[in-house]
């Protein structure tokens, strides 16, 4: 025996009639909240509403989900999350290219009477685009997060086929069409239809309008890509300013005017700029670094073969410089200068410091200078003894050996020697003592006097 209701539900209307003028505000602990009257909205817990919303104050402490629009004259107050779901926005265009005249219907039995006769009319593009709006959430947590929009564009291509049962041949009106018997529809490219089949021709049309591309009947014939779209940008009318939180990130100081502080920001880049180009630019014949400037290029060399790096010196007049390579504030340590490879030096240079080669095969050098000048000494002694020696050579050369002949007592000889620049001098003296002995003895010396050679000497006849 099925049980009636009436009374129950005739006592809840009439409940519902006494209620109504007195309701001012409803509190509800559930998931959802109706209110009536003029007063507040007020919910404990989430509120979920698929239409709009129209208050003039509203409270929730739970989630807050509005799938229509939102309009509150009064406060907005949400402790959960507040989510604006994002706007879909569909446009839709189709193109139809007919297939024109020639086109070989295909004859299909209908019944013993009848046969179908199928004509493609053409093919329809139908494209979508598509842009849902991005949105914007805020978190409990004072996070907010705004979403650019995204896009689609989709495209279809189906064909659009006509078909209408004749008579067939023996019959009293062989060849001619079944009344009411044409119907329209949309197929793919096998002529698998996709759509209904229609009286008119007008009202495929409209169905192909009204359809979505997101339709299952289009699933297999959609192409769908993703198209530039632009937001999730914020607009500030005002000053923008940031609260900082020192306490997580030290350097994270508040920011009372956003747009002030980066402008000072694009003044210090600037600057910044500025003074790089100032210290280091690319002109017409080299890198240079300085207002005075340091210039390096790659040429070739002194006689214009072969690659070389050259590093010279400018003054603002473009006059060379001489270049220093050392600290010149600290001169009893300006720094070593290394060179790896060979160095070749075309002109003069001046090395303040200690020059050093490295060992390469010849045994290494630790101070240049100091055995340049220890080399120069034993070099400036050679050379004094070997001219001591020519001088020498050229006194020894003009010493002449003076004998007495028989029957004489005295002789006398002078002579003259000349070696390796030098010039020698003598003069030679030899007496007889007996008709067996005699001696004798002589003297050079160069043109200068500075040297002298002084021999003697005895010699016996028999």
Known sequence: MKKSYTKELAVLAFAGLLCAPLSAQVNISGLGA?????????????????????STTSSTTGDASVGGD?????????????????????????TDTPTGAGV??????????????????????????ATTGGGATIENNGDATFAASTGTASDANFSRY??????????????????ASQMYYAADAAGTPISPSFATEAALDAWVTATPLTDPAFAALVTTVPTATAGGNVDVGGVLSLAGDSALVPAYAPVPNVAAAIGGNTDAINNEVINRTALIRQEA?????????????????????????????EDA??????????????????????????????????????????????????DV??????????????????????????????????????GMTNALDVGAA????????????????????????????????????????VGVQW
């Open 34 to 54: 109706t209110a009536g009257g003029a007063g507040p909205l007020t919910v404990d817990g989430d509120v979920q509403v698929n239409g709009n919303v129209n």
């Open 70 to 94: 939102l309009t509150t004259t009064g406060d907005t107050t949400v402790n959960g999350t507040l989510k604006v779901q994002p706007v879909i926005a569909i446009t839709s265009t189709s």
């Open 104 to 129: 070989d219907p295909s004859l299909g039995s209908v019944g013993a009477t009848t046969s179908a006769v199928v004509t493609k009319l053409g093919e329809t593009d139908k494209s979508e685009s």
């Open 162 to 179: 006509t078909t209408v049962d004749v008579y067939n041949a023996g019959e009293p009106l062989a060849g001619q069409p079944v009344p």
């Open 285 to 313: 014949d080299g890198i240079h670094i300085g207002p005075n400037s340091l210039i390096t290029d790659q040429r070739g060399d002194v006689a214009g073969v072969g690659g070389v790096q050259h590093v010279w010196g």
């Open 317 to 366: 007049n473009n006059d060379s410089i001489d270049v220093v390579i050392g600290n010149p504030d600290s001169p009893l340590n300006p720094g070593n200068f290394r060179v790896l490879g060979n160095s070749q030096v075309d002109g003069s240079q001046k090395i303040d410091g200690v020059l050093s080669l490295g060992d390469n095969g010849f045994g290494g050098v630790t």
């Open 369 to 406: 200078a100091r055995s340049i000048n220890s080399n120069a000494s034993g070099i400036a002694r050679n050379r004094n003894n070997i001219e001591q020696n020519t001088r020498g050579i050229a006194m020894v050369a003009a010493l002449q050996h003076t004998t007495v002949l028989p």
């Open 418 to 457: 000349y070696f390796e620049g030098e010039t020698g001098m003598s003069i030679n003296y030899a007496r007889r003592i007996n008709e067996n002995w005699q001696f004798n003895i002589g003297a050079a010396s160069t043109t200068d006097f500075d040297e002298s050679v002084i021999k003697a000497g």
